[in-house]
């Protein structure tokens, strides 16, 4: 006995960037499909960005109105979009109006105009919005069923790619038969969140597609709609390099401290207060990787990359020349309203385009202040999913943060976001001898030893040098450090403190080593 192999769906491309990853590689051929969501969700944007890529003069595509969207209002707001292509129109592209038969509230009269169009033009595309309109002509659940049924017969038997385009609510979803019958369901929403507006894309069904699971982010530009998966595609991720691989920061005394530097594909981050260098180790990191012809990309927001490279040369490694030959890049992202979604794939797509090695997120805190509030709430998670995306791919990231530091306290991170890295490195104001100093210390590297040490470091107009051990102080990380009298047999801890005249005097004890 012989087993025939199952027959293959051919998938479409549907021309939305970031569509295809999230339907599991395209749109089924010959699907009858539903695109379903709020007023002004996007609908019939997405339904006209897919007719006029799928579109040609072999196989056209017909885009049937109905009430309230009469072809010369679509034509004038659809030329807005830079996927409208003028010459397709009446040829490739072919717009009718079924107002006439809706009014008559005849769903069989529609249903012969439409078979009429379809059979005289043999269309690849079908496209009908808003098919809202037309239910309300049916009478009964069961007539709009029998009309939505031989509407789908005819139309996968002339081969043709059905999309129907309307304003549905979740209690319809589960009473109309359109839903049953219907082989995919692409359901958009936009929602308020605080002062920000956010749209997502949830595929709600589509037989013979392994879709990606969840809500997906999009946004409406003049290029059209374009879709941010929340997951990276499929197949993407390759096996991180060896641990004995290092990515050198740039800065020798850390990479000493480091064994050699961050290991290849893994995630460091860089915690401290504000002016303690942060973004200089992340200029390093990048300028070290171009050094040695690895290409870099750093991240910014609320400033623009221009203005971020002008004032990043007064201190340390000079970029411009790097990115004059293309091999670092700064992305400047938008400083309000940002999604996790569309942060990962603009990131993503240029570690694509530039086949970059390195990535310096600078810095979480501002993208935190970025995200829209309901991406805040989730931030931890959020930012869970971008680094595993970013190492899965081979990609060596340095993030940093900013923490507000107490002398009483030692925090390593905000929102406990350090479990994330796989290297964390601690940098302090400290008081020494009458000077505000800066030190640091690598609290951890997983798999992999380091050195403790807590050190000082400085920053010239050279760059950053990490100096030698603190030596000689005790409680150096709590901001208050104590001078030891004798370091090899006596030390003094502090007890307390009070104020006097305005001053804070430091109790210390002095005790005896054992």
Known sequence: MTTRPPPTIQLLPSGVPGLDDVLGGGLPEYSFNLIAGDPGAGKSTLAQQIAFHRATVERPAIYFTVLGEPPLKVLRHVQQYRFFDEAKVGSAVRFVNLSAEAMEHDLGRVLERVIAEVEGLQPATVVVDSFRTVTHASTSDGQLQEFAQKLA????????????????????????????????????????????????????????????????????????????????????????????????????GLDAMMSGGIPVGASALFVGPSGAGKSAFARHFIAAGAEAGEPGIIVVFEERAGDYVARASAFGPQLASFIERGIVEVVSLPALDLTVDETLATVRLAVERTKARRLAIDSLSELELALTPSYREDFRASLSRTISALTGIGVTVLMTVDIVQSFTELGLSPHVTEFLADVLVLQRYVELEGKLEKVLAVVKMRASSHD????????????????????????????????????????HSAVGASRRDGVTVHRVRARRRE
């Open 153 to 252: 017969i005819h139309l996968t038997g002339w081969q043709a790619t059905t999309f129907l385009v309307g304003e549905f609510c979740d209690a319809e979803s589960r009473a109309s038969p359109l839903f049953t019958i219907a082989d995919g369901i692409l359901w958009l929403t936009q929602s308020v969140e605080r002062t920000a507006c956010v749209r997502r894309l949830h595929i709600a069904k589509m037989r013979a597609c392994a879709t990606m699971p969840g809500l997906h982010t999009f946004v409406i530009s003049r290029e059209g709609i374009r879709v941010f998966p929340r997951l990276l595609r499929r197949g993407e991720r390759t096996p991180r390099a060896p641990s004995a691989a290092r990515a050198s920061t740039g800065v020798a």
């Open 452 to 491: 403790p040490t807590i050190r000082r470091y400085a920053i010239d107009p050279s760059g950053i040098v990490v100096g030698e051990p603190v030596h000689g102080h005790g409680g150096t990380l709590t901001g208050i450090p104590v001078v030891r009298a004798d370091a090899a047999d006596v030390w």
